[in-house]
């Protein structure tokens, strides 16, 4: 094991597949929950002596979400987008139940008997560049929060989630350029997207 399996610093570009979890109830309390930060994961993937003693506190190599998504489910079956956000440094409970805007999504719809309040992780994030294919958490720390920042600003300028608030007039200038190639919402291909960036039906 390496320090970091890949290293985008002498990449032009890059490309981004993204999957994530069917809907979930807001159970914050599950085991199921990622157990760690993205950081955290990334030095429990590295060969330093941190990350030797994160894989024997878990017996394995933890995981975490690098992105979230919530949604308003109606019962007609209309689907909203409410927010899209991200969590590089806090591991995902702490993230929900310090954000007052999760918070009061929650508390909006927690009697309503027409509508839900929904969130997926994101379970898969890999970057192509080159010939290569690899997991965010193989990349250096640094890159890996460049990264996550700019799929999640372009996420929220695509999706236009009501509650977020930043990206959603203009596509934020990214760290390096990149195209959203994949993504994936449960068992569901949200869109494609071409080399140009363009969608595909």
Not at 142 to 159: G, H, P, R, S, T
Not at 161 to 170: F, T
Request: with cysteine.
């Amino acid at each position: 094991m390496t320090a970091h399996l890949g290293d985008l610093s002498s990449a032009s570009h890059y490309r981004v597949h993204l999957e994530f979890t069917a809907p979930r109830e807001p159970d914050f309390s599950v085991r199921s929950m990622p157990f760690v930060s993205v950081i955290t994961e990334i030095e429990a993937n590295s060969s330093s002596a941190r990350g030797e003693a994160l894989r024997k506190q878990y017996n394995r190599i933890p995981y975490g979400s690098p992105l979230y998504w919530w949604e308003i489910h109606s019962s007609s079956g209309r689907v909203t987008c409410a927010y899209i956000g991200q969590t590089v440094r806090l591991q995902i409970r702490q993230r929900f139940k310090k954000h007052r805007t999760v918070l009061s999504l929650l508390a909006q719809y927690a009697n309503s008997p027409d509508e839900c309040v929904m969130f997926r992780l994101c379970s898969r994030f890999d970057i192509c560049y080159g010939n290569q294919r690899i997991a965010i958490e193989h990349l250096p720390p640094d890159q890996a929060a460049k990264v996550i920042n700019d799929v999640e600003a372009l996420l929220i300028f695509e999706k236009q989630p009501i509650l977020n608030v930043q990206h959603k007039r203009k596509r934020k200038t990214p760290w390096k350029p990149f195209v959203l190639e994949r993504v994936h919402l449960g068992q569901r291909c949200d869109w494609a997207r071409n080399e140009d960036g363009m969608s595909r039906n």
